[in-house]
Nanobody, 125 residues
């Protein structure tokens, strides 16, 4: 069993930055791929970024590339999503999820093993 808790969301102006945290607990939490997913108002959930359990492999959506950085600290059982140059289109609820599959398989499915409760990000223009 893995429990995930997101934090770090909030209100920010366009061009600003935020760092989200995903704190994982559970005996095997550090061995899971962690993926960030977001859901904009009125839209379906979409993949943002994923990271392998070692932290060596990372993948990003096209909209996240160059602006977002995913990283993890297994000593703290925490995964981070640093988001720079935020745009109003980045507004939504951001979820982290844990998955036993490798990070390169995270883009095509929302069927992950465990989910956090989500954290809201609002980017104003």
């Amino acid at each position: 069993q893995v429990q995930l808790v997101e934090s770090g969301g909030g209100l920010v102006q366009a061009g600003g930055s935020l760092r989200l945290s995903c704190a994982a607990s559970g005996r095997t939490a550090m061995y899971y791929t962690i993926v960030w997913i977001r859901q904009a108002p009125g839209k379906e959930r979409e993949f943002v970024a994923s990271i392998s359990w070692t932290g060596d492999s990372t993948y990003y959506s096209d909209s996240a590339k160059g602006r977002f950085t995913i990283s993890r600290d297994n000593g703290k059982n925490t995964v981070y999503l640093l988001m720079l140059n935020l745009e109003p289109e980045d507004t939504g609820v951001y979820y982290c999820a844990a998955d036993q599959r490798p990070p390169q398989q995270m883009g095509g499915s929302m069927d992950h093993d465990y989910w956090g409760q989500g954290t809201q990000i609002t980017v104003t223009s």
